[in-house]
């Protein structure tokens, strides 16, 4: 499992959020914990496995947004009181 990270930027709101995880979770139906901060100007969520980078930064640019960079990172899942 990897944590995916991606730089965006113009979001301004609560509502930008939603259309970024709205078009995160179009591109990649299995993308899990997808959350987004217009306040860090970031989008997070977890995947498995590879996935087509270029697919999903062209999805962000047709909603209006652009993504400067994507982050990967292997994933830990920490137990019921994980340390």
């Not at 987004?36 to 087509?52: A, C, I, V």
């Not at 999903?56 to 960079?69: F, N, P, R, S, V």
Request: proline fraction near 1%; glycine fraction near 10%; hydrophobic fraction near 35%.
């Amino acid at each position: 499992m990897n944590k995916v990270v991606l730089k965006i930027d113009g979001m301004a709101c609560g509502m930008c959020e939603a259309h970024m995880n709205d078009t995160v979770r179009k591109v990649l139906p299995k993308a899990g914990k997808v959350r987004s901060s217009y306040k860090k100007g970031e989008t997070e969520f977890l995947y498995d496995g590879d996935f087509d980078r270029e697919k999903l930064i062209h999805a962000i640019k047709e909603t209006g947004y652009e993504c400067t960079d994507i982050n990967v990172e292997a994933y830990q899942k920490k137990g019921l009181f994980g340390r």
